[in-house]
C-alpha cells in the first residue's frame, strides 16, 4: 500500500517544520549518525542549512511531504574538492509511522534523478 506523499527540495520557509521532524526521528531510532541530544540547532541554523544545501550544486536536502507535514527526509552533501565534488554522502530518515509505505523509495529514487 502507498502513502499520498510528496518528495521536493526543502524550502526555508518550512525550516521549523523540518527541525521539528528531525527531532522527532531521532527519538524515534538509534541508527542515526547524529543522536537527539546532539542536534541543537534553532530555526534560524535551520533555515541557513536549507539555504546552504539550496545553494550547493553538488548537495541536496530532500524531504517527503504528506498532508503539509513532513515525513521523511535525504540529504545528499557533495564534496568541496575538486576530486571529490562528485562523490556524495547520503542520509535517509522516515518517520516509523510510514515505515513500509514506499516513502524512502520514493526518497532514493527522487535522489538518482536530481
Not at 521536493?8 to 518550512?14: C, G, I, K, Q
Amino acid at each position: 500500500m502507498a502513502l499520498e506523499a510528496t518528495v521536493r527540495e526543502a524550502r526555508e520557509a518550512e525550516a521549523g517544520a523540518v527541525m521539528n521532524m528531525k527531532r522527532h526521528l531521532l527519538r524515534e531510532t538509534n541508527t542515526l549518525l547524529q543522536t537527539f541530544e546532539e542536534y541543537d540547532l534553532d530555526v534560524d541554523e535551520e533555515r541557513y542549512l536549507i539555504r546552504r544545501f539550496g545553494c550547493l550544486d553538488n548537495s541536496a536536502m530532500l524531504i517527503a511531504v504528506a498532508e503539509r507535514t513532513p515525513i521523511g527526509m535525504l540529504t545528499l552533501q557533495g564534496g568541496t574538492l575538486a576530486r571529490n565534488r562528485h562523490v556524495a554522502q547520503l542520509g535517509i530518515a522516515v518517520r516509523k509511522a510510514v515505515w513500509g509505505f514506499g516513502v524512502g523509495r520514493r526518497l532514493m529514487s527522487s535522489a538518482v534523478a536530481w
